[in-house]
């Protein structure tokens, strides 16, 4: 995927992540509750809740938010349980979708993300159809500005562990191994740098160009999905157009 056309898919996910806050605090708060009940309440003892927290940072999440989601899901405070479910298909010109959920109710779920593919141009599969297109990995955005040298958060980055780094046109992308997620964006965290994003995400091994028209249908389905209460993520392997807006 072209550097840009990779900043941009960022870029328009993080415009609709500020659109929709509520919605982001709902489903991050999820993740919260999740972790937590998996893991324990403690972030020290916890490293897939101090992940999860700094992903609720970055996205400016209310701390008594936080306490609030990782409470219920600790049994401290009355709160839904919810299973994890991970959905594969195919959607406008043979874009691979993964659509992973956080729902308290399968069969609402399962229904709502079969039909978002069928209105939408697109085709829900059996597990496994397009996940072998992904590799998980950590990703951290951070915004270029005057004050940051690009050498020098490069060094601390690999130096912390991490595999990539590319200096894109507005920002620079850190890519990890899951294991070494949290110690990088600890690492980089302590040294002072802020991050548009720092989260576990799905970066596709290759990616299918879509004309303009294409690209719409595509938002478009990811935009329905996205909408969905119980969808906490949408990853795709669409290189949308330069001057596509999203």
Avoid at 118 to 143: D, P, Y
Avoid at 193 to 221: G, Y
Wanted: aromatic letters at 6%; hydrophobic letters at 35%.
């Amino acid at each position: 995927m072209s550097g840009h056309s990779k900043w941009h898919n960022i870029q328009a996910k993080k415009g609709k992540a500020d659109a929709k806050k509520g919605k982001i605090f709902t489903k991050i708060g999820k993740e919260l509750a999740i972790a937590a009940k998996t893991g324990g309440s403690s972030p020290d003892s916890n490293a897939k809740l101090r992940d999860v927290i700094a992903k609720a940072k970055a996205n400016n999440m209310p701390q008594d938010t936080v306490n609030r989601a990782i409470k219920k899901g600790a049994g401290e405070m009355e709160g839904v349980s919810y299973e994890e479910i991970v959905y594969e298909g195919y959607g406008p010109g043979g874009v691979a979708v993964i659509v992973k959920a956080l729902t308290d109710n399968k069969n609402r779920t399962a229904s709502s993300v079969r039909a978002a593919f069928s209105r939408h141009g697109g085709n829900l599969g059996a597990n496994g159809c397009v996940s072998w297109m992904f590799q998980t990995k950590g990703q951290i955005i951070i915004e270029k500005k005057d004050d940051i040298d690009e050498d020098d958060v490069m060094m601390k980055a690999l130096d912390a562990g991490a595999e990539d780094f590319d200096a894109q046109e507005e920002v620079f992308e850190i890519i990890t191994s899951v294991e070494e997620f949290g110690k990088v964006r600890e690492n980089l965290e302590g040294n002072g740098l802020d991050f548009l994003s720092a989260e576990i995400t799905m970066i596709p091994d290759n990616t299918i160009s879509v004309d303009m028209e294409t690209a719409e249908k595509v938002q478009r389905l990811i935009d329905k999905l996205e909408d969905d209460d119980d969808v906490q993520d949408v990853y795709h392997n669409a290189d949308f157009p330069e001057e596509f807006e999203g």
